[in-house]
């Protein structure tokens, strides 16, 4: 697990931040895009992203994730 939640975070997500099982970066002020890596390796039950500016859209799934929060976000939903 790993839980940078609430530490008042600001800027892009990072590239090369991995967290296996579970990857909390609730509560700060990351903002830009979901970098496609964090929905894709390695597999999570829990990806929390929840309560900060993210905003584009939301990647699809692959299926690596099995819970993934994004309320409280400026995130677009894609329509077919």
């Known amino acids: 697990e790993i839980d940078y939640s609430s530490n008042q975070l600001s800027g892009s997500i990072p590239n090369g ?15 830009g895009t979901i970098p496609q890596y964090l929905i894709t390796r390695p597999p999570k039950d829990l ?20 819970n993934i929060l994004l309320y409280e976000n400026l995130l677009i939903c894609p329509t077919k």
């Not at 099982?21 to 509560?27: D, E, G």
């Not at 500016?53 to 799934?61: F, H, T």
């Open 17 to 31: 931040l991995f967290g296996r099982f579970i990857l909390n970066l609730s509560n700060n002020k990351l903002s």
């Open 47 to 66: 990806l929390n992203l929840s309560n900060n500016k993210l905003s584009g859209n939301i990647p699809s799934p692959t299926g690596n994730v099995e």
